[in-house]
């Protein structure tokens, strides 16, 4: 009966092991993990894409990844002061360019899987509500007095005629 206890009780440090071992490869990706979800599931890709491809948007992604790259640059260069991505040695710059160019594409590719509907289910964003009336109309409905903001005309005694 004690030897039950004892393959138990190693079962269980070897489980604590084996989730710690994971856990230990699977922290530094977190953050790409965590930017795939997001992108994915906490965006409503359907108002961005008109945002992006109708409204002028692509310029201010292209100008945040471009402040993104030298700010990315200065601060984290490489300690050999080069990047050797497959299997080419590339500046400080050009890799951070490279990496940029990455996590955009997978941006659009969480957004692409998003549009294509595979994640329906997940992926619920309310319907926007339309603005309330504000009051401001000249349709004559009861509204005319503006509370003080329509200007009196002052008349000087003048008669208007001079």
Same mark, same amino acid.
């Given at each position: ?20 071992? #994971? *856990? ?8 790409? @993990? ?15 894409? @008109?945002?992006?491809?109708?409204? *002028?948007?692509?310029?201010?992604? @292209?100008?945040?990844? #471009? ?6 640059? @200065? ?13 080419? =040695?590339?500046?400080?710059?050009? *890799?951070? =360019?490279?990496?940029? =160019? ?24 309310? $319907?926007?509500?339309?603005?309330? $009336?504000?009051?401001?109309?000249? $349709?004559?409905?009861?509204? /005319? /007095? ?8 002052? $008349?000087? *005694? ?5």
């Amino acid at each position: 009966m004690l030897s039950v206890f004892e393959s138990l009780f190693e079962l269980f440090f070897a489980l604590v092991d084996l989730v710690g071992s #994971v *856990g230990y490869m699977v922290l530094p990706w977190t953050p790409l @993990v965590a930017w795939i979800v997001f992108w994915l599931l906490a965006v409503n890709w359907t108002k961005l894409r @008109v945002q992006i491809t109708q409204e *002028g948007g692509w310029i201010a992604l @292209v100008l945040i990844a #471009v402040v993104w790259i030298m700010v990315w640059g @200065v601060v984290s260069p490489p300690a050999s002061g080069s990047y050797h991505l497959f299997g080419l =040695t590339i500046s400080n710059f050009v *890799g951070k =360019t490279v990496y940029v =160019t990455g996590l955009y594409c997978l941006m659009l590719l969480a957004g692409a899987a998003q549009l294509s509907g595979c994640c329906a289910s997940c992926c619920q964003f309310a $319907d926007d509500v339309p603005e309330a $009336d504000d009051h401001h109309g000249h $349709d004559g409905h009861g509204h /005319d /007095d503006h509370g003080g903001h329509a200007l009196a005309v002052v $008349d000087h *005694g003048h008669g208007g005629h001079h």
